[in-house]
């Protein structure tokens, strides 16, 4: 659900953003995919299948990380949780700024457009507010 809402979240702004601009260049995780697909299935991913592949990987990815957290939010004072705020902030940076350029799946944020970059970091931060708001759903009427 947070993945979901943060892709929407990002399209509307990344849409607004004038300088937004990555149209030669293909999305982090549909590399990711198509490495995954080469190295595992010893198959090279088509246009269509890129097409499935890559928000498969970016939820799947949303939603295990997005798990992790409500396990071990679980475990912390609630009121050092922030909503969720630096949880999508550590995302941000953890996987966003360092593990995806390092992987050579995106430029450095140093190469990108500042107004694209503070879309993104939003995006993320958004996406930790819903995380928590899940975790806090969940835990409020599964938990009884």
């Given at each position: 659900?947070?993945?979901?809402?943060?892709?929407?979240?990002y399209?509307?702004?990344?849409?607004?953003?004038?300088?937004?601009?990555?149209?030669?260049?293909?999305?982090?995780?549909?590399k990711?995919?198509?490495?995954?697909?080469?190295?595992?299935?010893r198959?090279?991913?088509?246009?269509?299948?890129?097409?499935?592949?890559?928000p498969?990987?970016?939820?799947?990815?949303?939603?295990?990380?997005?798990?992790?957290?409500?396990?071990?939010?679980?475990?912390?004072?609630?009121?050092?949780?922030?909503?969720?705020?630096?949880?999508?902030?550590?995302?941000?940076?953890?996987?966003?700024?360092?593990?995806?350029?390092?992987?050579?799946?995106?430029?450095?944020?140093?190469?990108?457009?500042?107004?694209?970059?503070?879309?993104?970091?939003?995006?993320?931060?958004?996406?930790?507010?819903?995380?928590?708001?899940?975790?806090?759903?969940?835990?409020?009427?599964?938990?009884?």
């Amino acid at each position: 659900m947070a993945s979901l809402a943060m892709s929407e979240f990002y399209s509307v702004f990344a849409h607004n953003n004038e300088s937004h601009s990555q149209p030669s260049d293909e999305d982090s995780t549909v590399k990711m995919a198509s490495a995954i697909s080469q190295v595992i299935f010893r198959h090279r991913l088509t246009v269509a299948q890129k097409e499935m592949a890559g928000p498969a990987v970016h939820y799947a990815f949303g939603t295990t990380i997005g798990a992790l957290y409500g396990a071990v939010a679980d475990f912390q004072n609630p009121r050092r949780l922030g909503w969720g705020l630096p949880f999508g902030a550590a995302i941000w940076l953890g996987a966003h700024v360092i593990t995806v350029p390092a992987l050579g799946l995106s430029k450095p944020i140093t190469r990108v457009a500042p107004s694209t970059e503070a879309v993104e970091f939003c995006s993320h931060l958004f996406y930790g507010v819903v995380v928590d708001g899940v975790r806090r759903t969940l835990r409020k009427y599964l938990l009884r």
